[in-house]
């Protein structure tokens, strides 16, 4: 699919419907389900801007890797991303633990039962700042520290089922 005729929610898309973030390849790989995101354009690229936890394994993998992707689901597929949302990849094999199949690319990985995936290189990643975030916030969400790394990746390719 071209990237022109990629037309969707961007507020409803990370937020409400969820997306698995996946890197690695077939030695090495890990998903995550994230509900924070945002579409952009950087560059004069077409990017995808996720957000990973220092704490979490695949911020290992996209940092060790150049591409990732950002993947959507129908709703029937709900609480498997509960599932890779709440388990590590690190200490269990939590896609056993759902009904998707992984599925190799060229230079990453996803699953077979995507509506559509993003395959994003990565152009760039910086450590949220704790001290430009605002009280509310950290009080909230970063009380024990564990800040998020942005990352920014080129949308090279989309594909749809």
Same mark, same amino acid.
């Given at each position: 699919?071209?990237?022109?005729?990629?037309?969707?929610?961007?507020?409803?898309?990370?937020?409400?419907?969820?997306?698995?973030?996946?890197?690695?390849?077939?030695?090495?790989?890990?998903? %995550?389900? $994230?509900?924070?995101?945002?579409?952009?354009?950087?560059?004069?690229?077409?990017?995808? $801007?996720?957000?990973?936890? @220092?704490?979490?394994?695949?911020? /290992?993998?996209?940092?060790?890797?150049?591409?990732?992707?950002?993947?959507?689901?129908?709703?029937?597929?709900?609480?498997?991303?509960?599932?890779?949302?709440?388990? +590590?990849?690190?200490?269990?094999?939590?896609?056993? %633990?759902?009904?998707?199949?992984? /599925?190799?690319?060229?230079?990453?990985?996803?699953? @077979? /039962?995507? /509506?559509?995936?993003?395959?994003?290189?990565?152009?760039?990643?910086? !450590?949220?700042?704790?001290?430009?975030?605002?009280?509310?916030?950290?009080? @909230?969400?970063?009380?024990? +520290?564990?800040?998020?790394? %942005?990352? $920014?990746?080129?949308? $090279? !390719?989309?594909?749809?089922?």
């Amino acid at each position: 699919m071209k990237i022109d005729d990629y037309n969707v929610n961007i507020f409803k898309k990370f937020n409400k419907d969820w997306a698995l973030l996946t890197a690695g390849d077939k030695n090495k790989y890990n998903t %995550m389900t $994230i509900s924070w995101g945002t579409f952009g354009t950087l560059w004069h690229k077409e990017v995808v $801007i996720v957000f990973v936890r @220092k704490s979490r394994y695949t911020h /290992e993998l996209i940092d060790n890797n150049e591409y990732f992707t950002v993947s959507f689901y129908s709703d029937e597929y709900k609480k498997d991303l509960g599932i890779l949302g709440s388990v +590590s990849g690190r200490d269990k094999d939590k896609i056993s %633990m759902t009904k998707l199949n992984l /599925e190799f690319l060229d230079n990453t990985t996803t699953f @077979k /039962e995507a /509506e559509e995936t993003l395959v994003c290189k990565k152009l760039y990643s910086q !450590d949220m700042d704790i001290n430009s975030i605002p009280r509310d916030v950290k009080d @909230k969400l970063y009380s024990d +520290s564990d800040i998020h790394t %942005m990352y $920014i990746g080129e949308i $090279i !390719d989309i594909l749809k089922k």
